[in-house]
């Protein structure tokens, strides 16, 4: 792959007309802005991340992760960049030294696809297809569409977000540009290579559009004619999956010390760990200049040290291993790869993110109603796409917006429809919804 082909401003659904531009943005900075101002990106402030929607204490939501994420995207896309730019002069003046824009755009977009309750959303509509009600429907389901069912993924539902036409809207759905699309896609295959982690980029009605992309780009096309398809990354995917590992594993601590599920002194131990002893000593010596004394504070400044750590290892990393990436040759993440100090240093946050935070009792609780919820809409919704004659089909169909194509004739678009409107749900609207048609919860007039 060559930098020069891979960075374009090419946009989907609009490749032929080009229209009038009245300021100075890039088309890449157009991108950041539609997503900013879209409904779907401010619904994330109703997502879930990690804990329960914030009570007493705040913490971490997608639209909150997502800004942040952004941010230490641009800082690594324009790292990059300008080491880059040293060793390819003739990268100077083009489109290349845009690529922090386009990392930062990607990564507000990143999480977009995430259905309500986060990877419990997921699970219950997997879940649903797998063993639940949905089994009946195989025989009526192409093998394809099966699979992506089966193996439901919000990175997936992101780049159809971005992309798929929806009922009444132009083709290409946000009309972005092919770089930003191809850096969103963490895995570039289909639902039939998802293998045991269940992971893939596009669904079957999304496939054509990623083929378009991915080889309007120069990307390295990995299976034969005839297979699924299947490429190798687009290699700013990688800095895109660094600014969201680093984000969420750090913060991550943070919240849990906000939450009193870690303590200060292991939590201190966790951020510190990232750096050998000198470099200790200077963070608390600069604790200790700077007057901080609150313990939420000093973990605060921690963090950031941690994040900057993080950051420019990850940049460093990818210059060092850009041939690699190039030929698509480059295994792993990032961060396996830094050096083995930080790199046991986040392995070893992980580890305890798991045992103590992931597996918290406020986590737990949160999936298992957001398991149940998910499951129950699931049931409910897609009986109306099944048998839109029934009467109660009826009516519930009249709650999808005119967005979602319910009422096509088509058995696969319907099905479809049901797992656009709930996967767009909130966690707010996906309870409120549950307890309507439970009987739960009625309308106050």
Excluded at 60 to 65: A, D, K
Excluded at 253 to 276: Q, V
Aim: contains cysteine; charged residues 25%.
């Amino acid at each position: 792959m060559n930098w020069q082909q891979l960075i374009s401003n090419k946009r989907l659904g609009q490749e032929v007309r080009h229209p009038e531009r009245h300021d100075d943005r890039s088309e890449f900075k157009r991108d950041y802005d539609r997503l900013i101002f879209s409904a779907p990106f401010r619904r994330m402030q109703n997502k879930t991340q990690v804990f329960p929607l914030p009570g007493s204490i705040f913490v971490h939501n997608r639209l909150t992760h997502s800004l942040e994420v952004a941010s230490v995207g641009m800082s690594l896309g324009n790292d990059v960049a300008r080491v880059l730019k040293q060793h390819h002069p003739e990268l100077a003046g083009t489109l290349f030294e845009e690529i922090g824009t386009i990392v930062s755009t990607a990564c507000l977009a990143h999480d977009m696809g995430n259905p309500p309750f986060g990877h419990s959303g997921e699970k219950a509509i997997q879940a649903y297809f797998r063993e639940g009600g949905g089994q009946a429907l195989q025989e009526r389901i192409s093998n394809e569409f099966w699979n992506d069912l089966t193996h439901f993924e919000g990175n997936a539902n992101t780049f159809r977000l971005l992309t798929h036409r929806f009922h009444g809207r132009r083709e290409g759905g946000f009309v972005m540009t092919y770089s930003t699309l191809a850096s969103i896609v963490k895995y570039p295959h289909s639902s039939l290579y998802a293998g045991k982690k269940g992971k893939f980029g596009f669904f079957c009605f999304e496939e054509e559009y990623f083929r378009r992309i991915a080889d309007e780009l120069g990307m390295i096309r990995l299976s034969a004619d005839g297979e699924p398809l299947r490429y190798a990354r687009h290699p700013l995917v990688y800095l895109v999956e660094a600014a969201d590992d680093i984000c969420y594993e750090i913060m991550d601590i943070e919240d849990a010390h906000k939450l009193r599920i870690l303590s200060f002194d292991e939590t201190m131990k966790l951020l510190l760990g990232f750096f050998d002893e000198a470099h200790r000593q200077k963070i608390m010596q600069r604790i200790t200049d700077e007057g901080i004394t609150d313990n939420n504070e000093k973990v605060v400044y921690m963090r950031a040290c941690a994040i900057g750590l993080l950051e420019s290892e990850c940049a460093r990393t990818f210059v060092e291993n850009e041939q690699a990436i190039l030929d698509g040759e480059f295994v792993g993440s990032l961060i396996d790869h830094v050096s083995p100090l930080v790199r046991d240093a986040y392995k070893h946050c992980t580890n305890v993110s798991f045992e103590r935070i992931y597996n918290s009792k406020p986590v737990l609780d949160v999936e298992l109603s957001g398991y149940k919820i998910m499951e129950t809409l699931m049931e409910t919704l897609t009986e109306a796409a099944v048998s839109p004659e029934k009467f109660h089909s009826e009516q519930l169909r009249k709650r999808f917006s005119n967005q979602y194509d319910i009422n096509s004739n088509d058995f696969e678009t319907r099905i479809m429809a049901v797992i656009d409107f709930i996967s767009g749900m909130t966690d707010i609207f996906a309870l409120d919804i549950y307890q309507k048609i439970q009987g739960i919860s009625l309308p106050i007039v």
